[in-house]
């Protein structure tokens, strides 16, 4: 019986140790907010958190209907519908907090609100492949971030133009470092920035002062 006993108890203990471990992307997001570990690099960015959400025709039919209600609500939301509407899902995995996400693949913004519904989107041109004068790739860095300042109409850039500085970033929003979302008279359907993220100075007012707030969720995807 003994012998029995201890045969189990190692056929148990080997199946717990080889067994596959995995995390929830909750989990490896909390890990990557508390600067312990970073995203791995199966783990696309643009699945881990801005995925379409999948749904049965019930729940869809649902989910339309109330979301209809709420985008017809101008006290609470209102869904501003753009050309660029199309680039982006029109409801991505709930992120419980609203949420900027950029995609310089399709160079659009989009505004989602706390359910992960699409309020806004509009054309944003994101950092180079590759700047002259600085004689590097510029991209904006992927990644989640939040919104850590808001600036005015008079925002301006400290770095460029190089030497000088000075190069207009209206209603600027820092979210990692010196890289911002901004108005620009310069967005194109292209990424053409040395990092930020340009968009319509009109969008940029709207998201300023209609959406974002210091705290805000960036997610860049990949490009």
């Known amino acids: 019986m003994t012998k029995i006993r201890l045969s189990i108890i190692l056929a148990v203990s080997s199946l717990m140790l080889y067994a596959p471990t995995s995390f929830p992307d909750e989990i490896i997001y909390e890990y990557n907010e508390s600067g312990g570990y970073g995203y791995p690099e199966d783990n696309d960015i643009n699945n881990a958190f801005v995925e379409p959400a999948q749904m049965d025709d019930?729940?869809?039919?649902?989910?339309?209907?109330?979301?209809?209600?709420?985008?017809?609500?101008?006290?609470?939301?209102?869904?501003?519908?753009?050309?660029?509407?199309?680039?982006?899902?029109?409801?991505?995995?709930?992120?419980?907090?609203?949420?900027?996400?950029?995609?310089?693949?399709?160079?659009?913004?989009?505004?989602?609100?706390?359910?992960?519904?699409?309020?806004?989107?509009?054309?944003?041109?994101?950092?180079?492949?590759?700047?002259?004068?600085?004689?590097?790739?510029?991209?904006?860095?992927?990644?989640?971030?939040?919104?850590?300042?808001?600036?005015?109409?008079?925002?301006?850039?400290?770095?460029?133009?190089?030497?000088?500085?000075?190069?207009?970033?209206?209603?600027?929003?820092?979210?990692?470092?010196?890289?911002a979302l901004h108005g620009s008279n310069e967005v194109r359907d292209a990424n053409i920035s040395h990092g930020c993220v340009r968009v319509s100075i009109q969008d940029a007012e709207w998201l300023r002062y209609d959406f974002a707030e210091v705290g805000t969720k960036v997610i860049i995807k990949s490009y």
């Open 58 to 179: 019930e729940q869809g039919d649902y989910l339309e209907e109330n979301d209809q209600v709420e985008r017809n609500n101008h006290h609470v939301e209102q869904h501003y519908a753009t050309q660029y509407d199309a680039r982006l899902p029109e409801k991505i995995l709930d992120q419980g907090e609203k949420t900027i996400v950029i995609d310089p693949r399709v160079h659009a913004w989009g505004a989602y609100n706390s359910r992960g519904i699409l309020l806004r989107a509009g054309l944003a041109s994101a950092g180079s492949k590759w700047c002259e004068d600085l004689g590097r790739p510029c991209r904006t860095k992927v990644g989640v971030f939040r919104i850590n300042s808001l600036g005015k109409q008079d925002c301006v850039s400290s770095r460029y133009p190089l030497d000088v500085g000075g190069a207009p970033m209206p209603y600027c929003m820092y979210f990692n470092g010196s890289q």
